[in-house]
């Protein structure tokens, strides 16, 4: 009887331990985060914001952007879109075409000023009718092992290829990094009103903000 009780003691003690140690992982896990945090904005602001930083001279200061977006049209409840993504070149990097839910369309981007001008990362699609994060992921469609194609590699200077590529490292990681640990900075365009069947690029202005232009 002894011995049966101390059996049974021990398991209740070890299955009482259980939630100590899921705490434990849980607080070790936000840690480690944090600190990835920390270093990732330290990371980015170090490398655009920095003196004499190496994206001064990359940042486009207004005007189209290699996006390029028409809409078909809507139904009753849904919308009919194409939004292609364009190399420096002009040729295509890949191409969105879908029918979506909703009556509103959003693209959001991460926006970074460099002083002359700003880097802009198209980073998801989504409609009134589903939530950002259940948006479509656009970073897929112009990252090249790394590399944001938007612009154009061999053109840069190896120090600015380096500068853009951190910069767009701690971009990409905005895909699954919680809200709560901070988040960069985006634009977002909200698109109720166009003429349906045209093209129309997507444009920054002075300011950092974006708008339609009929292309």
């Not at 075409?97 to 970074?112: A, C, H, K, P």
């Not at 200077?157 to 590529?165: I, Y």
């Amino acid at each position: 009887m002894t011995a049966g009780k101390r059996r049974e003691t021990a398991g209740k003690t070890g299955l009482r331990g259980a939630p100590r140690i899921a705490v434990f992982v849980a607080a070790a896990l936000a840690l480690a985060l944090s600190g990835f945090a920390a270093v990732r904005f330290a990371t980015f602001l170090s490398v655009a914001y920095g003196g004499d930083s190496p994206l001064a001279e990359i940042g486009i200061p207004s005007g189209p952007l290699p996006l390029r977006l028409t809409v078909y049209g809507r139904g009753i409840d849904t919308l009919s879109m194409r939004l292609g993504f364009l190399d420096p070149s002009g040729d295509s990097l890949g191409t969105i075409e879908r029918s979506l839910n909703g009556w509103e369309l959003t693209i959001d981007t991460i926006t970074v000023g460099t002083g002359s001008g700003w880097l802009v990362f198209p980073f998801r699609l989504y409609t009134d009718a589903v939530s950002p994060a259940r948006g479509i992921d656009l970073i897929r469609y112009y990252d090249r092992d790394g590399f944001p194609a938007l612009w154009d590699e061999k053109a840069l200077s190896p120090r600015e290829a380096r500068a853009l590529r951190a910069v767009f490292s701690v971009a990409r990681t905005e895909r699954w990094m919680p809200r709560f640990l901070g988040s960069l900075h985006h634009e977002r365009l909200v698109i109720r009103n166009f003429e349906a069947g045209s093209e129309y690029a997507v444009s920054i202005l002075p300011d950092g903000s974006l708008e339609l232009l009929l292309n």
